[in-house]
């Protein structure tokens, strides 16, 4: 490409972006193009011009269709998954000061199984298997809680008979009914809000429901209901570690209703995985830190008790059950050479202990 004319149609950053293995492609007003590979953001060519406004809403335009782009002209913003022949894109896109910005998560699209990324199956399975309950997948943004998700309810897909429904906003994997029935609905979409698809799935019998991300009072009070009466629940929320998560959980309940909330998440919790993902030592991709909380009688008392900074003590003592906190994953993964020191203590909850650990 002579002196990178800027290319027609988005598409054309979208096939460069999978051909080199990115994350994410990021076309902003202002900002020359860029992309994220193995977690690091660059520009796709070094000497390329910023994009103007003029040639971002033409971009825009070559992709949106008249309901999302009704919706970014009376929003502000819009997201929602894109699929063209190169595969399924999570697409965003937002009105700001210069003009739009656009970012398109990369959907592998091939499911990815628990085995591919070294989940703990031993430990995570009978977690699957509850007929009730509650099990959360943390992480920020980018650290592949929908690849975790989706490998665990491909797990689920063939080793139950049941009805499965999952509520995304944007759905990024499809799944093929294997032994179970699978039906997934798209918020904006199918749906108004994750809350308004939450009331209306308790009717329509499922056993198993998938709920994209947690990130309101409604949505997390009918996830905890629906986990109280006889539904597995999986979901997301954007925190670092179970004891985290859980005061995120808590935080969004009003006062006066903790005390009856934290029996609630103390008898229907069955687990929460925590992940990161890290540039790898050798710099060639990223390898994924998990944290592992499984709920046993001394997990729920710290919960009901609201003691939540007990959980790391407690967890260390809950190896037989497949517990593993932060710092430990980041340990294994420092002494097989995968990661870093200087990562495994950029990244460590407890930086004293991890040093003395380095220094022993």
Not at 10 to 28: A, F, I
Not at 69 to 90: C, H, I, M, P, S
Not at 94 to 109: A, E, H, P, S
Not at 164 to 188: A, C, M
């Amino acid at each position: 490409m002579a002196e990178h004319q800027v290319l027609d149609h988005v598409d054309q950053y979208l096939r460069l972006g999978r051909e080199y293995d990115c994350s994410d492609v990021h076309l902003p007003t202002g900002f020359p193009p860029a992309w994220r590979r193995f977690g690091q953001l660059l520009p796709i060519w070094d000497d390329h011009e910023p994009l103007t406004a003029e040639e971002t809403e033409k971009l825009v335009r070559s992709f949106l269709e008249e309901r999302e782009w009704t919706r970014l002209q009376e929003k502000g913003d819009v997201d929602f998954a894109y699929a063209n022949d190169e595969g399924r894109f999570r697409a965003s896109v937002v009105k700001q000061r210069l003009g739009y910005d656009m970012v398109f998560r990369i959907i592998n699209t091939q499911i990815r199984s628990m085995e591919e990324i070294n989940l703990p199956i031993d430990s995570i399975v009978p977690l699957t298997r509850y007929q009730n309950g509650l099990i959360l997948v943390t992480g920020s943004v980018g650290s592949g809680k929908s690849t975790t998700l989706a490998a665990l309810v491909d797990f689920i897909n063939k080793d139950r008979e049941d009805h499965i429904l999952t509520l995304e906003d944007p759905i990024e994997y499809v799944f093929e009914s294997k032994n179970s029935h699978v039906n997934q609905r798209e918020v904006h979409l199918h749906t108004d809000s994750f809350a308004k698809a939450l009331r209306g799935a308790l009717r329509e019998d499922p056993d198993v429901i998938m709920v994209g991300e947690m990130r309101d009072l409604e949505t997390i009070q009918l996830a905890l209901t629906a986990a109280e009466t006889g539904h597995l629940v999986l979901g997301t929320l954007h925190t670092g570690n179970a004891p985290r998560t859980l005061d995120r959980v808590l935080d969004v309940f009003p006062v006066d209703q903790r005390g009856q909330i934290r029996i609630m998440v103390s008898e229907s919790l069955r687990g929460i995985l925590s992940q990161q993902l890290l540039p790898k030592a050798s710099g060639d991709g990223r390898v994924m830190a998990l944290e592992l909380l499984v709920n046993t009688p001394a997990v729920a008392n710290c919960i009901r008790e609201g003691k939540t900074y007990m959980l790391p003590g407690v967890m260390q003592t809950g190896k037989n059950v497949g517990m593993l906190t932060m710092d430990e994953s980041l340990r294994n993964l420092y002494v097989k050479g995968q990661i870093t020191q200087e990562e495994a203590l950029f990244r460590a909850e407890d930086k004293t202990q991890m040093l003395s650990f380095f220094e022993s």
